[in-house]
């Protein structure tokens, strides 16, 4: 498919999301949206020419309840009113809630559109948000309602890939038990890093046993460690899978600049990444809907742009103004070697559910 036929790729987005803030002193601002609409446009007017604005609508309650149970909705509407945390690192401010039920119509009617277009994108990856929590800046869990609502409609398969740097915990907890959901994570190492959970003993549960696969990712972890990941996993469970949409949701964190986090890749190993996945789909014909939202520190924006230059195929000049350092060899070898070694383990405790590893 050549760019004239993948041209106006449907693009999601309401100014209201900026409502989606935790105050002044948190490490997520509501601005962040707008700040990469400005940019996007006034430094890339011939990208954003290919990007379809649309605007979507509020979750409604009969929507967040497919995955959400009602009283957690009660609670979230109770804590807002006076302010309260749904965790330590997560409070409701007013309108937090409104911008997170715009975040998930958004991510809804994105994942709707890709089934049509081919692909569409999205604000959305708010993925430690459970079936009756919120934690991690999460308030509604997006990828996971998006995730039902095309089941209900029909879908048999749907493989969501979180390359986030943080696990996610609420998306693999909604869809433990349900094989019609592979849920493919590519983390920071949990023992290093919030929320302590994605490790490879994790498979999922019952009849969802061998649906859930999570790679930790070493700390530093670059471009060459994730190649093999895609490589030696993700991509032969997406032929084994053969799922009727892909998902993938992570925003600017694996940056080595990241505040939050300590992975290792710059900005053409995140373009790199989202093109191979965006490259595999087509590929194969699979409908791709791309989300992002987190990210922290000063190059969030930068980080967004390079998601965008991947999934578009668009030459643009992106800078980082922090060299990376260079690791000694002795290190690099030992990034590399564990690498190796969760790669072996896991694809041996695959291998009883998935017969493409041996």
Known sequence: MDKGERSRIPFYYHPDFSGYDFGATHPFRGSRFDRFMRELVERFPAVNERLEMRVPQKASDDLLMAVHSKSYLERVNSLETRRGFLSPDTQLLPGSTDAARLIVGASVAATRASV?????IGFGGLHHAGPNYGEG???FNDVAVSVAAVLQEGLDRVLVLDTDAHQGNGTMDIFYEDPRVLFISLHQDPRTLYPGRGFIHEMGKGDGEGYTVNIPMPVLADWSMYEMAMAEIVIPLLDAFQPELLIRNGGSDPLFTDTLTNLGLDLDALTGLIGMISRETRKRNIPLVDLFLSGYGPYVTEGWLAIIRGILDEE??????????????FQEEQIE????NTLDKL???LHPFWNVFF
């Open 347 to 349: 694809k041996m405790i």
């Open 337 to 340: 070697r564990e690498m190796r």
């Open 316 to 329: 643009m000049e992106l800078v980082i103004p922090e060299e990376k350092d260079i690791l000694p060899p």
């Open 137 to 139: 800046f999460c308030i």
């Open 116 to 120: 049509e277009c081919g692909t569409a």
